[in-house]
């Protein structure tokens, strides 16, 4: 029987494993919100680009950008005013010994997570609205911004694998709401997809797998995940028709998530046995193909009610899922 490392790595490698994965017990996540440059210190406050951000009860603390406040006001003039982060002064060694305290190198894979992709990034600098006109007016001086980003991240993770040695970087960049895409798939090839082959390209040639995290309704340009390199979708969600995605791009991407965790039962208080039982049909509906991980949690706004359906899903699916290609 494979390891529970061993096993989210032949996920990941779409090789033939034995288990469901479980992302909350399989994988070790490191950086993402901890990167204080990129998100603000503890509590909100200006990131290393000059963009504010404020602690958020609805996301569990998350920071989220301030509303009102522009770091870039005009596209064009990107190169006279933006200012990147100071990578050299975020103690690497040090938050790497932090974040790698629990880490089980035995039975976990490590995986860096790496927030505001290029084009969350670009929203983040300039407002969403700005951004996103900023990408049908003047393409051109967004496609140089978003390159610079890419630069800029692809320095990002040299530092991350140098000091958290990671077995895979998860890039974080969501570009779709519940409904769609918040731009025409065409957009996206334009102007996103050349930037993600980019950083994936140059995380590969690290020795590290790349995989990619785009929450809400973008079946459109999920395919587009497998052409810029990426070997995993986090979190795939069920507005999706994820059957119909599996069987085309199975072979070639890891899906993982499947859970309704913003659906019906973010409004119900579910029975532990109820609560097993959907976590049990979630991984019969997506799993039997293979390179399947489930990532459950329902997005309750009180974090001890988070955390404890999360550990119960996460039960679960060790349970259910420990063997389950080798059953009769």
């Given at each position: 029987?494979?390891?529970?490392?061993?096993?989210?790595?032949?996920?990941?490698?779409?090789?033939?494993?034995?288990?469901?994965?479980?992302?909350?017990?399989?994988?070790?996540?490191?950086?993402?919100?901890?990167?204080?440059?990129?998100?603000?210190?503890?509590?909100?406050?200006?990131?290393?680009?000059?963009?504010?951000?404020?602690?958020?009860?609805?996301?569990?603390?998350?920071?989220?950008?301030?509303?009102?406040?522009?770091?870039?006001?005009?596209?064009?003039?990107?190169?006279?005013?933006?200012?990147?982060?100071?990578?050299?002064?975020?103690?690497?060694?040090?938050?790497?010994?932090?974040?790698?305290?629990?880490?089980?190198?035995?039975?976990?894979?490590?995986?860096?997570?790496?927030?505001?992709?290029?084009?969350?990034?670009?929203?983040?600098?300039?407002?969403?609205?700005?951004?996103?006109?900023?990408?049908?007016?003047?393409?051109?001086?967004?496609?140089?911004?978003?390159?610079?980003?890419?630069?800029?991240?692809?320095?990002?993770?040299?530092?991350?694998?140098?000091?958290f040695r990671p077995d895979a970087i998860c890039t974080y960049d969501d570009v779709a709401t519940e409904l769609s895409t918040f731009m025409s798939p065409d957009k996206y090839r334009e102007l996103i997809k050349p930037m993600h082959k980019k950083f994936n390209d140059a995380v590969r040639a690290m020795g590290v797998i790349p995989n990619t995290h785009v929450c809400g309704k973008c079946e459109a340009i999920v395919p587009d995940l497998v052409d810029e390199g990426s070997e995993a979708w986090?979190?795939?969600?069920?507005?999706?028709?994820?059957?119909?995605?599996?069987?085309?791009?199975?072979?070639?991407?890891?899906?993982?998530?499947?859970?309704?965790?913003?659906?019906?039962?973010?409004?119900?208080?579910?029975?532990?046995?109820?609560?097993?039982?959907?976590?049990?049909?979630?991984?019969?509906?997506?799993?039997?193909?293979?390179?399947?991980?489930?990532?459950?949690?329902?997005?309750?706004?009180?974090?001890?009610?988070?955390?404890?359906?999360?550990?119960?899903?996460?039960?679960?699916?060790?349970?259910?899922?420990?063997?389950?290609?080798?059953?009769?």
């Amino acid at each position: 029987m494979m390891n529970r490392r061993d096993n989210m790595l032949a996920i990941l490698n779409h090789q033939p494993h034995d288990h469901v994965g479980d992302f909350k017990t399989d994988v070790c996540s490191t950086g993402g919100n901890l990167e204080s440059f990129e998100n603000g210190p503890a509590g909100g406050g200006l990131d290393g680009f000059g963009c504010k951000w404020l602690p958020s009860e609805s996301a569990l603390g998350q920071g989220v950008p301030a509303a009102g406040h522009v770091a870039l006001e005009n596209i064009l003039d990107w190169k006279k005013t933006l200012k990147f982060p100071d990578l050299d002064a975020y103690d690497w060694e040090g938050q790497a010994a932090a974040q790698l305290k629990n880490y089980d190198p035995k039975n976990q894979i490590q995986e860096y997570a790496m927030w505001n992709g290029p084009f969350l990034r670009l929203a983040h600098l300039m407002g969403f609205e700005n951004g996103l006109c900023a990408m049908y007016e003047e393409p051109e001086a967004c496609l140089e911004l978003l390159d610079a980003v890419t630069d800029y991240k692809i320095k990002v993770a040299e530092r991350a694998v140098k000091y958290f040695r990671p077995d895979a970087i998860c890039t974080y960049d969501d570009v779709a709401t519940e409904l769609s895409t918040f731009m025409s798939p065409d957009k996206y090839r334009e102007l996103i997809k050349p930037m993600h082959k980019k950083f994936n390209d140059a995380v590969r040639a690290m020795g590290v797998i790349p995989n990619t995290h785009v929450c809400g309704k973008c079946e459109a340009i999920v395919p587009d995940l497998v052409d810029e390199g990426s070997e995993a979708w986090e979190i795939c969600q069920p507005e999706n028709d994820l059957s119909a995605l599996q069987a085309k791009l199975g072979g070639k991407l890891a899906f993982i998530g499947g859970f309704d965790m913003k659906g019906r039962f973010a409004y119900m208080d579910l029975t532990e046995e109820a609560l097993r039982a959907a976590v049990r049909e979630t991984i019969d509906t997506y799993a039997p193909g293979g390179n399947y991980a489930m990532l459950g949690m329902i997005l309750y706004s009180d974090p001890g009610k988070f955390v404890h359906t999360m550990a119960i899903m996460s039960d679960e699916t060790v349970k259910y899922g420990t063997n389950y290609y080798s059953r009769s």
